[in-house]
Each structure stands twice: as structure tokens, then as C-alpha cells.
């Protein structure tokens, strides 16, 4: 299977007019090969193909784009039989996305493995534009909470809240938990501390063992939101 991802990177770009560059926002489309060798009987691997540069964001010239480097590349797309990519519209969409556009490059029809997280973000987008207002910037709010958690959150007081108690939320042994990555024991706290009513328990933990890793919009939404 073929899997691409695309982002805005800062670029140096020559400008005929003037001969010297400047730096713009260019479109880069990273190309990853998922293949199984069954001539060696080998295990999936991952390669990476490399990086190509679209026209511009669409879908079409993103999918035009990808099938032109595979070409490049000399990949016999004949056995191609997967494509995947983020959920983003322009990946999707049902006529001009990039994965139809290749589908119709290759003329078939093929697996296509989407991921959902952009999916997942949207709720969470819409929740948060409900409690505290649209965004002003990428690191700014423009709601009363969104500007409280601009401050230094872990200073502000904890107020009192009832918990939802949860009767089959399994409780994970010591050794388990600290096999978890920072996020996951992160997760896991609050998941406790909201279940048990216990947040003053926890933000000691939290403060020592994962303060680093953080933000303050994280701890934020979580002190103001239960």
C-alpha cells in the first residue's frame, strides 16, 4: 500500500523578478511504501519513497502529485491494492479528493485506510468553541476560560466537584501503570480523579511527574471543565 501526508513547511523559493529567494509556505507531500515481500516471505515494511511537491493543496494536484513521484520512482503500481492518508477533505472528498483522484489514475477501485483523528478533533473543536468561544490565534482564546489558562494554571485554585462514579472503569495494577507512557498515566489520572472526586490527590502527581510535558491548555480545559 501507498500512504502520503501532506504539510505547509517554510521554503526557500527563487523569485525571477528579483533573483534572490524568499520564504513561502509550500505544500510537501511525504510518500511512504508498505509492502509485504512475498518472494522472501519477508514481514511488512515501511519505506519511505520521499517527498513531492504539489501545485497546490487540492486534492486533484495532491493526487496527481503522489502518482507522478511513484511513477518517477519506477514503482509498478499493478499490484497496488492500498492507499491511505488523514481524514482532511481534501484527502476524502467524494469527487475531487486525492484518494478518488488516484482511484482514477489507476483505474480501479482500492482499500482505503483513512485516519479518523481529524475526525475525533472536530467534536472536541466544536465543545470547546461552545464553553469558551471561536479562537484568535493558533495559541490564543478569546473566552473568559481560554484567557484564565493563559496564566500560569498551575497556580489557580482547585474548585470542589462531584464525581461520576463509573462502575466497571478497571483499575489498573501499580506495574501496569507504570509501564504506560506519559500521556497514557495522564489520562488515566484524570479519568480517577473524575470518577473518584479525588483531584486534590492527583495534582501533585501531576505537577511532579508530568509538568514538563503538559501544556497549560491541557491541564487548563481539564481544571475548568469538570
Given at each position: 500500500?501507498?500512504?502520503?501526508?501532506?504539510?505547509?513547511?517554510?521554503?526557500?523559493?527563487?523569485?525571477?523578478?528579483?533573483?534572490?529567494?524568499?520564504?513561502?509556505?509550500?505544500?510537501?507531500?511525504?510518500?511512504?511504501?508498505?509492502?509485504?515481500?512475498?518472494?522472501?516471505?519477508?514481514?511488512?515494511?515501511?519505506?519511505?519513497?520521499?517527498?513531492?511537491?504539489?501545485?497546490?493543496?487540492?486534492?486533484?494536484?495532491?493526487?496527481?502529485?503522489?502518482?507522478?513521484?511513484?511513477?518517477?520512482?519506477?514503482?509498478?503500481?499493478?499490484?497496488?491494492?492500498?492507499?491511505?492518508?488523514?481524514?482532511?477533505?481534501?484527502?476524502?472528498?467524494?469527487?475531487?479528493?486525492?484518494?478518488?483522484?488516484?482511484?482514477?489514475?489507476?483505474?480501479?477501485?482500492?482499500?482505503?485506510?483513512?485516519?479518523?483523528?481529524?475526525?475525533?478533533?472536530?467534536p472536541l473543536r466544536h465543545l470547546f468553541e461552545g464553553l469558551d468561544?471561536?479562537?484568535?490565534?493558533?495559541?490564543?482564546?478569546?473566552?473568559?476560560?481560554?484567557?484564565?489558562?493563559?496564566?500560569?494554571?498551575?497556580?489557580?485554585?482547585?474548585?470542589?466537584?462531584?464525581?461520576?462514579?463509573?462502575?466497571?472503569?478497571?483499575?489498573?495494577?501499580?506495574?501496569?501503570?507504570?509501564?504506560?507512557?506519559?500521556?497514557?498515566?495522564?489520562?488515566?489520572?484524570?479519568?480517577?480523579?473524575?470518577?473518584?472526586?479525588?483531584?486534590?490527590?492527583?495534582?501533585?502527581?501531576?505537577?511532579?511527574?508530568?509538568?514538563?510535558?503538559?501544556?497549560?491548555?491541557?491541564?487548563?480545559?481539564?481544571?475548568?471543565?469538570?
Amino acid at each position: 500500500g501507498v500512504y502520503f501526508d501532506g504539510r505547509k513547511d517554510s521554503t526557500a523559493v527563487a523569485r525571477e523578478s528579483t533573483g534572490g529567494l524568499v520564504s513561502e509556505k509550500v505544500s510537501h507531500c511525504s510518500i511512504v511504501l508498505h509492502y509485504r515481500d512475498t518472494e522472501h516471505e519477508k514481514k511488512k515494511e515501511g519505506h519511505y519513497v520521499g517527498f513531492t511537491t504539489p501545485a497546490s493543496g487540492s486534492g486533484v494536484d495532491v493526487g496527481a502529485s503522489v502518482s507522478k513521484h511513484l511513477t518517477d520512482y519506477g514503482m509498478d503500481t499493478t499490484d497496488l491494492e492500498v492507499l491511505g492518508c488523514d481524514g482532511t477533505a481534501s484527502n476524502t472528498g467524494l469527487q475531487e479528493g486525492a484518494l478518488r483522484h488516484l482511484q482514477r489514475i489507476f483505474k480501479r477501485a482500492m482499500f482505503l485506510v483513512v485516519c479518523l483523528l481529524h475526525h475525533v478533533e472536530l467534536p472536541l473543536r466544536h465543545l470547546f468553541e461552545g464553553l469558551d468561544g471561536p479562537t484568535t490565534g493558533p495559541n490564543s482564546w478569546s473566552g473568559p476560560i481560554g484567557k484564565l489558562v493563559a496564566t500560569d494554571v498551575w497556580e489557580l485554585p482547585i474548585g470542589s466537584f462531584d464525581p461520576i462514579p463509573v462502575a466497571d472503569f478497571p483499575q489498573l495494577p501499580d506495574d501496569v501503570v507504570a509501564s504506560l507512557s506519559n500521556d497514557a498515566k495522564y489520562l488515566y489520572s484524570i479519568c480517577l480523579a473524575v470518577i473518584q472526586g479525588k483531584l486534590h490527590s492527583i495534582r501533585h502527581e501531576l505537577l511532579q511527574k508530568h509538568e514538563r510535558q503538559l501544556s497549560n491548555r491541557q491541564f487548563g480545559w481539564f481544571l475548568f471543565s469538570i
